[in-house]
């Protein structure tokens, strides 16, 4: 009798193990990487310095002019003027990636 219930219960797990095993390939392949990218960009955006040139999600390119910490605002100088973002609106820093090219 036992060992009818045993086997029973051990058929059940035996069927959730690839369940298992597709939920720990989400969390090693998708999960995992998105949020070391979403820290990276945390930082980067801490990071952000006066004077360095940007470039915003919406593509637009310019130096930082203002850094206000009250509201978590940027203004940048574009050829246009200044304008203001919200600082999570930068997408990358070029004063780095043109020093480093002026490097090598």
Known sequence: MF?????????????MLPFLAM??????FMIRPQM??????????????RGARV?????IHGKIADI?????????????GKIKFERSAISMELSKKYNNSDAS
């Open 3 to 15: 060992s009818i219930i045993f086997l029973q219960a051990g058929g059940g797990l035996a069927s």
């Open 23 to 28: 939920i720990l390939v989400l969390y090693f």
């Open 36 to 49: 070391n990218r979403q820290k990276k960009e945390k930082v980067f955006q801490a990071g952000i310095k």
């Open 55 to 59: 470039v915003t999600s919406s593509g």
């Open 68 to 80: 206000h910490e009250s509201d978590n605002t940027v203004t940048i100088e574009t050829a246009a």
